[in-house]
């Protein structure tokens, strides 16, 4: 073995084994968490969809605000979505985390009979991102992912050079790429960790780059960076909505319009949406996300401003600029959801490859520290 060679093994050896644990972590959260949004809807069904009716109409916005409000006088909606699917419930959400839904034929308000899905993605996620920490604590769960991506950024590099055949004989390439049922011990590990490493090297790659953009600003920064754009300033807190002596502008003070006139006129700017958002409590000046079909990313949406029932300003992601275009995609290419539930897919099974990787680097690493003993059972 060459001296560069060395150096590259050992680059990868240690790597594997300070952010291992780490990267299994993420890998095994990030399998069960691939399809969280399906999974949860479907937990969660007997809340969300609804008997719909032959002939009957839904009733409006305005009503189902009313329904609502009379349930839980105490809540106040942030956001209001409603899906073009008949037997969907109307989704009146509460800040990120809490959500209602309204059946829209009865008015008739419901949360799920369980939100324990709900709860055990949420723990998922936490570990996910911060090793499941809570609270100030979470800085240093983010800073031990972050630099754990960076190492698995490191392995998949060392690791394509490492799998490199010095000589191009079929036999030891079928080793390299397929596996071998009739190996064991080590060469069953070696055999596994070269064919997982080879075939999810692409996926595994996306994913922990993209990983290392969500984790540092600076690696987000760089996208911006290279397509000669500035990078975004953080915005602060944000400000009175008028002038210097903080009193309510004129369009505070307009006659906010109903939900049905800002639905209607959403609704007819986009007439194969999918689903339409309203930002609550509506103003004069009003907002609404709109999701249509055959969009790439599959994560991408219109937002539109409407007054007086006409849309003033409309917003694609075609509108938005390279850098910032770059960005949304890193982030739900990270997830697979930029590609539809194929991406989540493959971004699962990318993530049991990494479980994959783990062990059978772990195990190799230990014949090689300790030959002649077995691993120990975890």
Same mark, same amino acid.
């Given at each position: 073995?060459?001296?560069f060679r060395q150096i590259l093994f050992w680059t990868h050896l240690v790597a594997g084994l300070?952010? &291992?644990?780490?990267? *299994?972590?993420?890998?095994?959260? %990030?399998?069960?968490?691939? *399809? +969280?949004? +399906?999974? #949860?809807?479907?937990? +969660?069904?007997?809340?969300?969809?609804? +008997?719909?009716?032959?002939g009957s109409e839904h009733l409006t916005l305005d009503q189902l605000s009313t329904a609502f409000t009379a349930a839980h006088p105490d809540k106040k909606p942030s956001a209001i979505t409603v899906s073009a699917d008949p037997a969907a419930a109307v989704t009146f959400a509460i800040g990120r985390g809490e959500a209602y839904y309204v059946n829209p034929y009865t008015g008739e308000v419901r949360q799920p009979a369980s939100t324990g899905m709900h709860d055990f993605m949420h723990t998922m996620v936490a570990w996910h991102r911060w090793l499941g920490r809570e609270g100030d604590s979470r800085a240093v769960g983010k800073a031990i992912?972050? $630099?754990?991506?960076?190492?698995?950024?490191?392995?998949? !590099?060392? &690791?394509?050079?490492?799998?490199?055949?010095? /000589?191009?004989?079929?036999? @030891?390439?079928?080793? =390299?790429l397929w596996f071998v049922r009739s190996s064991t011990g080590k060469a069953r590990d070696w055999n596994w960790h070269n064919v997982f490493g080879f075939w999810l090297l692409i996926p595994i790659t996306v994913m922990a780059v993209t990983g290392m953009v969500i984790s540092y600003r600076w690696a987000g920064n760089l996208i911006y960076t290279a397509v000669g754009e500035?990078?975004?300033?953080?915005?602060?807190?944000? %400000?009175?909505?008028?002038?210097?002596? @903080?009193?309510?502008?004129?369009?505070?003070?307009?006659?906010?319009?109903?939900?049905?006139? !800002?639905?209607?006129?959403? $609704?007819?700017?986009?007439?194969?949406?999918? =689903?339409?958002?309203?930002?609550?409590? #509506?103003?004069?000046?009003? =907002?609404?996300?709109? /999701?249509?079909? @055959?969009?790439?990313?599959?994560?991408?949406?219109?937002?539109?401003?409407?007054?007086? &029932?006409? !849309?003033?300003?409309?917003?694609? *992601?075609?509108?938005?600029?390279t850098g910032r275009q770059l960005r949304t995609w890193s982030r739900f290419l990270h997830t697979g959801q930029a590609l539809g539930w194929g991406g989540q897919l493959i971004a699962a099974i990318g993530c049991i490859g990494g479980c994959f990787l783990v062990y059978t680097g772990f195990a190799l690493s230990w014949r090689r520290f300790f030959p002649g003993r077995k691993p120990t059972a975890v």
């Open positions: 073995m060459n001296t300070v952010a &291992g644990l780490i990267i *299994f972590v993420m890998s095994f959260t %990030g399998t069960i968490i691939a *399809f +969280e949004d +399906e999974i #949860v809807a479907w937990a +969660e069904r007997d809340a969300r969809r609804v +008997e719909f009716p032959a992912t972050g $630099a754990s991506n960076t190492a698995f950024v490191v392995l998949a !590099v060392t &690791g394509l050079y490492l799998w490199w055949p010095r /000589k191009w004989r079929l036999k @030891g390439l079928k080793r =390299s500035e990078p975004p300033v953080r915005r602060g807190p944000p %400000g009175p909505r008028s002038g210097d002596d @903080g009193a309510p502008d004129r369009s505070a003070r307009a006659v906010a319009p109903s939900l049905d006139s !800002v639905y209607a006129a959403a $609704a007819t700017d986009q007439p194969d949406w999918t =689903s339409i958002s309203l930002r609550l409590p #509506v103003s004069a000046r009003a =907002s609404a996300t709109v /999701k249509v079909p @055959g969009t790439w990313p599959r994560t991408a949406s219109t937002s539109l401003t409407i007054v007086a &029932g006409q !849309v003033t300003e409309r917003s694609e *992601f075609g509108d938005l600029s």
